[in-house]
Structures are given as C-alpha cells and as structure tokens.
C-alpha cells in the first residue's frame, strides 16, 4: 500500500559548496608521463594495442576491444610507451597500465581527422571511435546508449546537465565555455538519431547556464531547457527522466524503453569536438577543490595525468589530504594513492583535510525511517539492512536492493551513521553469487 | 608516496544530526510539560523526572557494562525513557517503585531485546504498565494540584466513578476545560498540562523529529470517535495521558510503523482501542495499552504498509 505522503521529499538537500563555479577552465600542461588504463568502460578491459618501446601519437589507439560494451582508448599525448604496469581501482581490482614518457611535442597521429558522417551508421561508428563512455562510475559506452533495439520508439534526448552532485561545476563551465559545441552535438545527435525533442535538464542553482542555454537554442526546433530544483540526485539517470518527463523506467529495462536516451552534457560537447577535428577523448575538464586544496579550480587535464599533478598544478595541497575523490563526495569513489591518473569519467578531484574526514561511528538503528524518506528510489534501506543481517536474500529481492543506485541519500541522512550504502553493495553482490550458484545448480 | 589516504565507501559526507541529538530535541520538547508540573504539583515532580532519568540511564550504563557491550548512555535513550516514564506516574508515588518502573523499561524491555532500535514496545510504557499492575493503590493517587497531601481521582476516574450507580452518589465534579487545557488537574505527572504538551509538539515538528501524522490521527480519531459515541469529545481530548502518548509515545521510531501511511493506521488504531478502553474498559484510561498493543501490532503494519520501489516490478 503507497500512499501520497510516502511520494514526496525524496533525495536530500545536500549544501552545493559549488565554489568552482565561476572558474574558468585552465589547461595543463602536458605531463613527464601519463597512465592509461585499460578499464575505462563498463565491458572487459581493453587489449593493449602497443608495446613497450613504441613511439605513440595524440588520438592513436592504443587499446581496444571487440566486447560489446567497451570503447576504444586512445593516447593523450606523444612519446614513447616505456611500460606495461598494474594500477589497483578503488574498487580494489587490477588494472594493466600503459606507460608513456611524453615528448611534450603532442604531435597528431595520422588517424584525427574529422570523420565522415553520412548516415546513422557511419555516425555510430564516429562516436564509438570518439571513445565516450557515460560519466557514471560504470561508464557506459556512448555508442551503445545511441543503438538501442528500439531506437523507433524513442522520442526524447535528454541531455543531463543538473550536476547535482557537491562541489562539482565542470558540467557548468562546459556550458559557459562550450555552449556551441554541446548545441552542435545535440543537433548532430537528434538528426541522425531521427529524434524530434530534446530537454537539457539543469539545477535552478545555475541561473546563469539556464539563461545561456535558453537563449542560444531560442531558435532550435523541439529543444527545451528545463530548469530542476535543486536536490541531489537530480542528476541520477532514472530520476532526470522522471523529472523531465515523467516517465519511469521500470525494473530491468533501459532508459530506452521508456523513449529516452540520456546523455551527460560534457559526453555531448566532446561528441561535438570530435566530429568537427577528428580528436577523440583524450583530455577531460575536472573540478580540483575540496579543503585541502590550495587554491580550488577548474582544470583540463590529459588523460593519464596523475591526480596528484593535477592538483599540484592547481595550486597544491593547504595541508595534508586524509582522503582523495574522484567524483562528488555522494558518489565519487576514493583512492589508494593520489597517483591514481584522470580517467575517461572524471569529473572532479576533491581532497579532503582532516576536518572533512570524520570517523563516522555506526549506533544503532533507531528505525527513524530518514533512509526511507531521502531514497529516490523509493527503498526502504532499513528493512534492507534487516534482510541483510538475517541473510534474507528473498526478503532483500522482495525489497528490491537491485534498484538501489548507490546514491548515498540514505547513508547521508542517517543520524545513526549507519554505513547503508556498503551495506547494499554486499546485498547485490549477495544475490548475483546467489543467481550463480542457482544457474550453475 | 601514499599518505595514508583513507579509503571508504560513499557516500563522503554526512548530514549534521545524530541519535544523540533527536534524544535531545526531544527533551527539549517534553521540558514545557516538566515545568507545568512542577508548578502544579511542587518540586517533588523534578525530583521525580531526575531520579528516573537518573535510574534509567545508570541501568543502561551498568548492562552495557557488565555486558560488555559498547556504551551507549551518550545517545540520550535512556534519559528520554527515564523521563517518559516519570510523566506517567502519579507526582507522589515513592522513588523506589518509580525505579523498579525503570528497571523493568531500561533491562527488561529494552536491553534484554537487544537495546536501542529493537525493543518492541515502548519501554516507558512497559514501565508504567508494570507499576501499574503492581502498585495499584500508588499508581491511582493522584495528588491534586494546590492542595498539599490531598489526593482524589482523575477527571477520567471521576467519569468513570459516575457511570457506576455504587460510585455515583458521591459528590463528583469535573473540572472545566480551561483547567484541563492548562493541566490544573488530578493525574499523571507529565501529562495533565495540555497547553505544555502541545508546545513541546510544535517544537518537535519545527525541527522535523516527527511528522504530524500520528498525533493528528490518533487525537483525531479519539475525539471523533467518543463524539460519536455520545460522550463528550473535547474532555476526551484533553483527559488523561492522550496528549502525552499521542505526541511523545505514538511518535516513538522504534516502536511505530516508519511509512506516513502506518503512522496513519497507528494513531487511528490506537485512537479507537483508547475510545473503548475509556468508556467500555475496566480501567479508567486506555492510552497506555492502546499503544503497547499498537507497538505488538507495527511490524504487521509495517509489512502491510511496504512502499513500492521506484520503477519496481512486482512478480
Ligand atoms: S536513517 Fe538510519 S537510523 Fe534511521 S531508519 Fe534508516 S538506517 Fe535506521
Ligand atoms: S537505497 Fe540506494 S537509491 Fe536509495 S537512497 Fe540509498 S543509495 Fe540511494
């Protein structure tokens, strides 16, 4: 039984802190040497397409893969390969890693050329060998997002621009600063795609972009900018298409089945980058800030930088780091090492000082139903957490832990500081061993 | 090269609050009806709230202790517990016997459950409860305000008295409405001041430690329901321990449904049970049973009352 009062106050106000916002990007320079791993896509890990000792050029491929959700990775820069080595994920696996010592010359390889676009397949193929993955932490690949199976049945491009995570403004200043880039490639998009509407969902705690973005697609057929409120997760893709449309992607099913494709504005901008020069991804705009940070900003950094150069190049640490993000403090991940490189996904690096890193002691659950109240997707995490500890994996199917998109809320309004989104990610874990063991049962 | 970095799951930040912190809200909001007391029934009724807050709090830190359990007297439960409990008892009753009330709150009903967050029914009420049913002639002496030493019945035994033809002759008088509203009258310690009640009620909805929900239904529904019944719903409003249990006891986390639709069922259930506990019952009032049968009942509520998944797929 759902009632009205269980439909409202979803998600949480969390304080935006977007000190960044009106920082315009600066770019770096390019590094002594880059780290290019292998594991930037949702699919299996990319095969290494080049050896040590080898000269590599800006946009060669230097791996690739013929899995089904993976993208092809490129080198950021020129110079030569000098070695293959293991970097551990935050999520704890290894990753082989290509070693480049740059020439700082970032000459061209022969292949950056703009592409040639002329129908829907040519043009799905330029955005598979543009390399974009989504910006969620599974980085979905962009040219599997645009070839669904019933690509017919979509009628609405969303391209998601709330950035509704803390901190985080490199989504806005692509807007201020690359507004005709993300308009050409949604353009590009929606012809090709043959998609008559498109909505640009962005929080109302970015005025100025929504006026931007109002006034340059004034004259653009079936192109609305639709202004959110502003609380997190606005951003997530299930709530965006909600918010936006009204729709809701049920269990188990695509955001295309419901006639959306949903594209993160920056993903857009470098869509548009790429059919005009030919360069594929190989650099990323990233929000530097957080309080041990010198000097917080925005900065373009190639990919393979390590976080530690970028932040450096920022301005350095204020004081010593306790912990470093990639990614807003809802959902980013944090790291081992700040020698960790910028990803295909980054969008921002976040160290956090001493202050900022509080031991949260776990107490008790006192059932005061705050989890239940912030989650989007309408979870109940308490009773999940009871399935849990009883090792209840119907009780945990029955509450749906699989629809649980990790996006903190619960955790954060828990005044029992209860660790609930762990907690969820052992639960799924749980069930898919669960559904191994049966299958191979 | 590596500095120690803490590593950790998201989310990577915390909303201000804690357990520590609700308890606290939460005695703020029952302090109006605390000095209500004691200005109608004298400083014994601090003396009172102190002691149970007192016992409580040292039962808890002597079971943790012994148990070797983490502490968690810090989290302020008990306190609100030993308070709760004080607002229930008569403002005289001996200090010992509000202590074994303590007792059987704090070790029996809560620690013995597993503390904090898994009892199932409202410690304080189990206390009162227990007192209740062990010291009767204590737990119905209820001292009148401004008369020292003096004790008589409470406006609903008073009503109670005069539906028995034994009982009626008496001399009986009910109080007025304005008496009842401010708490001039015979009962229970913290529960006779309306007006102090509803303040701390304000209070607890400003700062978002409960939703309206259950009180409203629960007040609503016994108001509507003895109107109904032919008895006079604004007496039944403010008699007895209605406003205590709705807005402090019917609101309790661990023992209420956590859906706004199973807050409503509980305060309409325990609602009706207190409307035929007062006028068809053996005991002249029926809050307390009316919520601990509620609190036997919320994990039933609570399964019934699941809110569907976003996008979630029924098979
Ligand atoms: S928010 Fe925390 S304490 Fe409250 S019910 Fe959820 S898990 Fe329990
Ligand atoms: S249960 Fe999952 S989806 Fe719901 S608030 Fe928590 S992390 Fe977000």
């Known amino acids: 039984m759902a009632s009205i009062f269980d439909r409202s106050l979803k998600g949480v106000r969390a304080p935006h802190r977007k000190n960044t916002m009106d920082m315009e990007t600066r770019r770096m320079p390019v590094p002594e040497k880059v780290y290019i791993c292998m594991s930037q896509h949702m699919g299996p890990p990319c095969d290494i397409l080049a050896e040590v000792g080898d000269e590599v050029k800006v946009g060669q491929i230097i791996g690739d893969s013929g899995a089904f959700l993976s993208a092809p990775i490129h080198s950021s820069v020129s110079g030569k390969v000098t070695g293959i080595s293991e970097i551990i994920m935050p999520n704890g696996t290894r990753s082989k890693t290509l070693v480049i010592e740059t020439d700082k010359k970032q000459t061209l390889h022969e292949s950056v050329k703009p592409p040639s676009v002329t129908d829907r397949e040519s043009f799905l193929k330029a955005v598979r060998a543009a390399g974009l993955v989504g910006l969620g932490g599974a980085g979905f690949p962009a040219h599997i997002k645009f070839n669904p199976k019933n690509l017919g049945e979509v009628d609405t491009l969303l391209i998601n621009a709330a950035e509704c995570e803390p901190y985080i403004t490199s989504d806005y200043r692509t807007i201020m600063e690359r507004a005709g880039d993300v308009l050409y490639g949604v353009e590009t998009i929606m012809k090709w795609l043959d998609i008559k509407s498109c909505i640009i969902g962005i929080e109302d705690n970015k005025p100025e972009g929504i006026k931007k973005l109002r006034d340059m ?51 857009v901008a470098q869509l548009a980058h790429y059919l005009r020069d030919g360069l594929p991804l190989i650099a990323k705009c990233v929000t530097v800030d957080g309080g041990a940070i010198a000097s917080p900003g925005n900065i373009q950094a190639l990919i393979g930088t390590p976080i530690r150069e970028v932040i450096a190049f920022a301005g350095g640490y204020s004081k010593e780091p306790r912990k470093v993000l990639l990614g807003g403090p809802m959902m980013g991940v944090s790291v081992y090492d700040d020698g960790y490189p910028v990803q295909k996904n980054s969008n921002a690096i976040l160290a956090m000082d001493e202050n900022q890193v509080e031991g949260y002691a776990e107490t008790a659950c006192i059932r005061c139903g705050r989890c239940v109240r912030s989650c989007p997707m309408n979870l109940m995490p308490l009773r999940i957490e009871d399935c849990f500890n009883r090792g209840d994996n119907e009780g945990l199917m029955a509450c749906k832990v699989n629809l649980c998109i990790e996006c903190g809320c619960c955790a ?7 660790h609930l989104v762990q907690m969820h990610r052992l639960a799924k874990q749980r069930l898919r061993q669960d559904q191994q063991k049966k299958k191979g049962a | 090269m590596t500095q120690n970095l803490v590593v950790a799951s998201s989310p990577h930040f915390r909303a201000e ?19 209500a007391a004691i200005y109608f029934f004298g400083a014994g009724a601090l003396l009172l709230t102190v002691t149970c807050a007192a016992a409580s709090m040292l039962f808890e830190y002597l079971y943790r202790r012994l148990m070797h359990l983490d502490g968690t007297v810090g989290d302020l439960s008990a306190a609100v517990t030993g308070v709760l409990l004080a607002y229930n008892l008569p403002a005289g009753i001996p200090l010992w016997m509000a202590v074994i009330g303590c007792f059987a709150a704090v070790i ?26 062990s010291f009767a002639t204590q737990m119905t002496s209820w001292p009148i305000p401004g008369q020292d030493g003096v004790t008589g019945a409470t406006p609903l035994g008073v009503v109670a008295a005069m539906s028995n033809p034994e009982t009626a002759s008496e001399a009986l008088k009910l109080p007025g409405y304005l008496d009842m509203f401010l708490g001039n009258i015979g009962g229970s310690m913290g529960e006779t001041s309306a007006l102090a009640l509803l303040i701390g009620f304000g209070y607890l909805l400003a700062r978002r430690v409960i939703t309206a929900t259950e009180p409203l239904a629960f007040m609503g529904t016994v108001f509507i329901l003895s109107w109904a019944l032919g008895a006079d719903p604004v007496f039944h409003l403010l008699a007895g321990g209605l406003m205590l249990g709705a807005i402090f006891m019917g609101t309790d986390y661990v023992t209420t449904p956590t859906t706004e639709t199973g807050k409503l069922i509980f305060g309409v259930g325990a609602g009706i049970l207190t409307v035929v506990i007062r006028l068809y019952g053996s005991y002249p009032e029926g809050v307390s049973f009316a919520i601990l049968l509620m609190n036997i ?18 098979e």
């Open chain 1, 217 to 267: 697609t004034k004259d653009m057929k079936g192109v609305t900018v639709q202004s959110l409120e502003s609380r997190y997760p606005q951003g997530a893709e299930k709530v965006l298409i909600y918010e936006t449309t009204g729709r809701i992607v049920p269990e188990g099913k695509l955001p295309a089945d419901v006639g959306c494709i949903v594209n993160n504005i920056s993903t």
């Open chain 1, 412 to 418: 954060y309004s828990c005044p029992a500081k209860r």
């Open chain 2, 17 to 35: 609050g804690s357990t520590a912190a609700i308890m606290r809200d939460v005695l703020i909001a029952l302090l109006p009806a605390q000095i």
């Open chain 2, 108 to 133: 029996v009903i809560k620690q013995l459950f597993g503390g904090l967050g898994r009892n199932f029914a409202n410690p304080a009420i189990v206390g009162r409860i227990v007192l209740l049913l």
């Open chain 2, 297 to 314: 009942i919320t994990p039933h509520i609570d399964n019934l009352t699941r809110i569907k998944a976003f996008g979630g797929v029924e």
